[in-house]
């Protein structure tokens, strides 16, 4: 009796080191899994292959170990993730995602999120495997991680193309989408935000049919910087698209928010909401009048001088350009908010080429409309900059083409002796011959 007892405790001890060691092969492959530069190694050595049969395995943790490895080699290597569809794995995740529990499930979304990431063929081949389907039915999981990462796997889906947006609206993602929005979990409402970036960036209509607009608004009341910073983000993303979308953005209240955080103490903030500001008033007239009427030049130009603002300068310029040329009416306004003394600051300091173009491109919309707007960019002393950008051979062609067409446009509008003086003898003939004939008229007058 006793020999028997024996022989069954060391059957059951064989089959406890088995199960041991396969739990410490798929830890030990998530953990090696982690950095990007063990990936190659790992594929060479068979990972993948020996990590699939550990994704049907009778114990659960090594089930979840072995899906995360996979899932971060596929992550760091489109030719893992090819692999993994090619040998079957991907739609043996598909068929088991609702047989094992929640941890599982989290894994199984995370994996098809790191095939689906690399482009438009591997995310089609997951949609074709019936991926999709499962991923929108996660998003009605009592998990919050689980809606987590299905949001997630359906943004990353979704921004490959138009036709797999399409899709994932078809599957009737939207609506559960913005449900995630209303739950109380901040990482879950950032995520769905975030979905719904990424689904704007083809579908806006469909998004903003969904009621995408109102309940983004309602978003930003929450007081998390992260979370504000993507509402605005997805907002300008869908006013960006369409100037139905952007009205339909301002008559959804976006705009009083918007202008509300241009001055947020986080500067990731500040710069989205001039991202949003730039995005609504480029489309209208009608819309940059709104902005100025509800108080927008002052704050925009306080972002000019504000340090940067986390490169919140860029876009506060780029929308007093739109404002500017939308109107000559307009670009007073914005000569008023003493945005050129700021767009000449910011010019003259240039720390990047992104804030030169910037401003000088600004700077051209605000002084291009009469020799009154004019007058105030040439009192600026911003001409001698503008020259020295566009003749510095340490300038890109980029920069060069800005600036000569900012020098254009004010020019042809300048009457103001003492501004053209100087030009007549450091201009180059493609800008001289400008400077020549309104100093005729500045002469003959």
Known sequence: MSHSMSSARNIQLVFETYQKARLVFAQSMAELATRATNTKCLQN???LELLSPLLSDTCAQVRQCAAVAAA???EHDEAAA???LDAGVV??????INKYNVYYKRSALYLLRAVARHNEELASSVVRLGGLEQIVA???DFDTQVKENAAWALGVVGK??????AAAADAGALPLLLLA?????ISLKQIAVGALADLSQHIPEAVADAGAILNLVRTLENQDPKLKRSVLCALSTLSSARPELAEAAAAGGALPPALLHLGHAAAPVCRAAACLVRDLVKHSVDLAQLVVNSGGCGPLVELLTAGGAGGAAVPAAMALGFIAGQSDQLAMAVIEAKAVPGLASMLQGADSEEAALAAAWALGHVGKHSPQHSLAVAVANVFPALMQLYTDPKSSAEVKGRA???????LQCCLHRPALEPMLHAAPPSILKYVLAQYAKVSSG
């Open 45 to 47: 050595a068979g990972a």
């Open 72 to 74: 971060r080699l596929a």
């Open 82 to 84: 090819r692999t993994l």
């Open 91 to 96: 739609a043996q995740i598909l068929q088991q």
């Open 138 to 140: 996660c998003l009605e």
């Open 160 to 165: 490959q193309s138009a036709a797999l947006a």
């Open 181 to 185: 929005l209303q739950e109380p979990e």
């Open 404 to 410: 000569c067409c900012a020098l254009k446009q004010v």
